[in-house]
């Protein structure tokens, strides 16, 4: 008893909440263990019991990148700005295969998680984040194989590589964000997880995954940036194979427009937070 | 420093329970309602987090009004009905679900256990899921290490525990994910019925670790149908009713009060036979027809103090008249026979009886501990063959009321004559 008052206690009010709530940043904190080890079991149970294990992370991308190599590249003779069409896809491929990841397992992230915070309290705004770092360690893995299609195709390390990280902060953002808005509406709403596949889909031939931003007329291309992968596809490309200049107007719109919606994306959940036990 | 730990003050928690959608029974009707279908499915879904006052007619209270206090150390007892506002009070001051209305305050940290195992990954090891259940529990990495081998130790699973989960039988499994939740110290506990798990003797240790825990001057609130540890662990018990508190006060007092009520309702102390659909096996030439249990004064009773004496009647027709035995079984919940009390061992003469007999046997002490007992009778003719048997033709319930001694982890309850020589 006596050590109890020199240590300050704890005190949690508990009453209905109304409105916007702030986040906070101090409780996620104290929950950075839980955040470690529920990122290590999305890593560690993604490819159990699977004869590849972690090649899945490459063959994924590299596969897509064999097909869309002859579809795209040879059949339809889609330009890639003089790289060798299957670099010039891979490249883009691996930021997009982060991002589709990271959106879809965040979106259902609280749907195949309602068994855990309906029974247990923790920051909710954990749910959707977890997904989209568990993710980081393939997006690692395809990363690699970059480096020895550029060896196999002559192209040598660019010293551009450095600005690689900024662009994973800015992509990382965009997939929180948008994951947090749709977890927080497919915890009610169960159509939502379904439309994200198509909006997947269509948010694949929006950015330059497949193409090069020259293809476009160049006045879309700053309405385009207003979706944050259209900059980082393009801009990890130049970092990665030092051929184009960094597109830093794209990127600075896209960091913009990231950074809005991974705030707005919080507050909403936070918003919603309220019910989400109610509704699952 | 006030010693007030938890402060709940009017909460109250609405739900909305589906309504039946109108159906309707002609092609027209059912290909419009199917075209309006997805207007109406999102006015249905977006009601489950909107409440308006003029649809009333599928809104429930689960809670209504509840205040109460807890102090620093307290053990608290919450019993009621299935649908009485049990889970939906832990799960708002686990902070899981957010009341209507009301406030509640903690002044500690709590860690709640509305069922163990929570966020298992059968893919994971043994020792991986020690981690991530830890942490979803609330530890800290550094505080499962500390514990880390007590856990193992404590689970029985030893050599699997870098095994898949998933490769568990289910009572190692339960056996891990309690040993995890055993562990856990924080400053108020919640726990939800989560101690029925694992055979007999694993129950046990888990008995004995939560009773532990409870005397280690934690304050922990505690749902369970179980009588028996609710008596055993928690000194002052709410009874909620309906979404209220009916009854706030001392264990005993609250579970007699309980007991008494449901019994009450249910079947007032005497089980008509005639029309039993339970487990029975009979042939007709002698038959039971009704039971009864009666206390000292020989008035209908269910309840019965520890010591009490405890009479049991029963009525038997009998149509050939060749005299029969007669046998009760009494079990504890856990299925153990406490008593087999048997008529051929008595000097009783059960032959030349009019066609209805009533037959009663008196145990004068009953040395059981608190707990719900079930009486199973055998009835057989002369030659000691069956004639009728009913499993479990009635309950009664043993409390403790002004006897001192509690915690016994025996069935039988015996003080002992002591001397020192």
């Known amino acids: ?280 | 420093m006030s010693d007030l730990i938890i402060k709940v003050e009017n909460l109250s928690k609405r739900y909305r329970i589906g309504v039946k959608d109108e159906t309707h029974d002609n092609l027209t009707g059912k290909i419009i309602s199917w075209i309006i279908s997805p207007f109406t499915n999102f006015r249905r879904v977006q009601k489950l987090s909107k409440f308006n006052n003029d649809d009333a007619q599928d809104i429930i209270w689960a809670m209504k009004n509840i205040s109460f206090e807890v102090n620093n150390g307290e053990i608290l007892g919450i019993i009621g009905k299935n649908g009485a506002g049990k889970s939906t009070l832990l799960k708002i001051l686990s902070r899981i679900v957010e009341p209507t209305s009301g406030q509640a305050t903690v002044y500690g940290r709590v860690a709640s256990l509305l069922e163990i195992g929570t966020g298992f990954h059968g893919e994971l090891s043994g020792r991986e899921n020690i981690y991530l259940n830890g942490t979803i529990l609330g530890m800290t990495k550094s505080e499962i290490n500390k514990n880390f081998d007590d856990i193992v130790e404590f689970s029985e699973v030893g050599k699997f525990i870098d095994t898949p989960v998933k490769r568990y039988s289910s009572g190692m499994y339960v056996r891990l994910a309690f040993a995890v939740a055993a562990h856990l110290n924080p400053e108020v506990l919640i726990i939800d019925e989560v101690l029925a798990v694992g055979d007999a003797a694993f129950q046990k240790k888990c008995l004995g670790k939560m009773s532990e825990t409870a005397r280690s001057g934690r304050t922990v609130l505690f749902v369970s149908h179980n009588m028996h540890t609710i008596q055993n662990l928690c000194s002052r018990t709410i009874l909620l009713e309906d979404g209220k508190i009916v009854l706030d006060g001392k264990t005993n007092e609250v579970v007699g009060h309980y007991l008494r009520q449901d019994t009450d309702k249910l079947i007032e102390g005497e089980n008509n036979l005639k029309k039993w659909h339970g487990s029975r096996k009979s042939f007709g030439n002698l038959r039971l027809t009704a039971v009864r249990t009666l206390d000292k004064n020989g008035e209908i009773c269910t309840i019965f103090n520890i010591y009490d004496p405890i009479t049991i009647e029963v009525d038997i027709k009998n149509i050939t008249d060749n005299g029969f035995v007669l046998s009760f079984m009494i079990h504890d919940p856990q299925a153990n026979m406490v008593y087999h009390i048997r008529s051929q061992d008595s000097n009783i003469v059960t032959q030349h009886l009019n066609s209805k007999t009533t037959v009663r046997m008196t145990i004068p002490e009953l040395k059981l501990v608190e707990n719900t007992y079930s009486i199973d009778i055998w009835l057989g003719n002369y030659f000691d063959l069956l004639e009728d048997h009913v499993e479990n033709a009635m309950t009664f319930n043993i409390i403790n009321q002004g006897h001192s001694v509690a915690h016994l982890k025996s069935i039988i309850h015996e003080t002992g004559q002591w001397e020192i020589v």
């Open chain 1, 1 to 280: 008893m006596k050590s109890k008052t020199s240590t300050p206690v704890h005190v949690v009010i508990i009453k209905p909440k109304t409105g916007w709530q702030l986040i906070d940043w101090k409780e996620l904190k104290e929950y950075k263990d839980l955040i470690y080890f529920l990122i290590l079991r999305d890593v560690k149970a993604l490819y159990k019991q699977t004869v590849l294990g972690f090649s899945w992370a490459i063959l994924k991308p590299f596969i897509k990148m064999i097909v869309f190599s002859i579809v795209f590249g040879g059949i339809a003779k889609i330009p890639s700005d003089d790289i060798p069409y299957p670099l010039f896809v891979y490249a883009g491929l691996v930021p997009w295969e982060y991002f589709s990841n990271s959106l879809t397992r965040s979106t259902s992230s609280l749907i195949s998680g309602s068994g855990i915070f309906t029974k247990v309290y923790f920051p909710r705004l954990i749910m959707p984040i977890v997904p989209c770092m568990a993710t980081l360690v393939d997006f690692t893995i395809a990363l690699s194989i970059v480096f020895i299609l550029m060896f196999y195709f002559g192209y040598a390390i660019s010293i551009t590589i450095f600005y690689l990280p900024i662009l994973i902060i800015i992509m990382i953002l965009t997939a929180a964000g948008l994951g947090m808005w749709l977890s927080a509406l497919a915890i009610q709403y169960r159509d939502v997880p379904y439309g994200v596949q198509f909006l997947v889909q269509i948010l694949m031939y929006a950015a330059p995954v497949i193409y090069p931003i020259s293809w476009l007329p160049e006045s879309y291309r700053i309405y385009l940036a207003i979706y944050p992968m259209y900059g980082i596809i393009e801009g990890s490309r130049a970092a990665i194979l030092g051929q184009n200049a960094m597109p830093w107007d794209l990127i600075g719109i896209g960091a913009i427009s990231a950074f809005i919606m991974f705030i707005t994306g919080a507050y909403y959940f936070k918003r919603k937070e309220r019910i989400f036990a109610d509704v699952a």
